[in-house]
């Protein structure tokens, strides 16, 4: 489990798989503890966060000012404050507004998640995986709320996609422990490991631990590239964790720009093609559904639209990343066949 600088995100939280990975971002976490213990052994109970209580309440109340993605950001913070409250009845108890917090929160989808990643620590897989079937029967909805006294529940349908990332993680979690994993699979590790955790949410840093275990070795992730710092407003002890601009949820279908490839299967020939045409060069990554780069150039768009030749590659899923000019990065899956 990662040991998180103080500030956000305070936690890697849920599920310890006993692992690190080598962070090289000065947006990291300030320290990297590699600890023992289980792929499902729970977080030991965080000690009483009573001088936090201010903070906590302004989250409650939801007044704080979290800049662009504001509705996601609000999420995070609601999410990560939950994981820390539930380990800390203490501090819930000495304040009636986040008592009421806790109450309201309870039928969203922070409870939700929260007793998906009980479930797995419990080594209750079945219950685990029968709220998964849930979710995935589009029976979990976003539950917004505000309170006569002003507490609001910020879980808004803006973070789906910070929701399905976690969803995604505890598939992928369930199908390690089973010695299930897919290739399929494999790549998607990959996919969730290179996303920015600031964006999309701690569970890359969960991603990022399981991705060392299936493949047996410490991952490199730099967040300042995979974030983007030049737009990001780096998060550091220096300026007490103020955020300045978040980068877009990086996704194919979120975010003024996207890229797309055709034709998807293909037979290593294809198009990249850009949702808003910029014509701006732009650095290309390619990686194996084992988590190794095998491709790696500048290419160059026309009319929005660049051409890949990968004569020779192997047939399997692969992940392409792109780094854009402005340092957004974006990742899309395809098949060769």
Known sequence: MNAAAPYQPTSNGGINFGVGYIYSSSIAPISIHIVGGSPYSCPSTPPPFTAHVPGFVNVALNNVSYGVNMEQNQWMAQYNMWEYLQNDPKTVNSNSLLQEFMDSAALSRYAYLTAIENYLAWGQRDSAQALLDNAADGKLYAYPSVSKDGVTVTDYSKADEIVNNYLSFYQLALNYADSSLSGTDSGEIVMLANLCPFSNGAV??????????????????????????????????????QQGNLPTIRNLNAG????????????????????IPDNEPASMEIWSAE???????????????AQINLNGIAPGLYMLQIRSSKGESYTAKFIVN
């Open 204 to 241: 890359v840093y969960r991603a990022r631990g399981l991705y060392t275990l299936v493949y047996n070795e410490l991952g490199n992730w730099n967040d300042d590239s995979v974030c983007g710092s030049g737009d990001y407003g780096k998060r550091s002890a220096g300026n007490n964790g």
């Open 256 to 275: 003024r720009q996207s890229f797309s490839i055709y034709p998807n299967p293909n037979n290593g020939q294809m198009s990249v093609l850009q949702r």
């Open 291 to 305: 988590g190794k780069s095998i491709y790696r150039q500048t290419i160059n768009f026309s009319g929005g639209k």
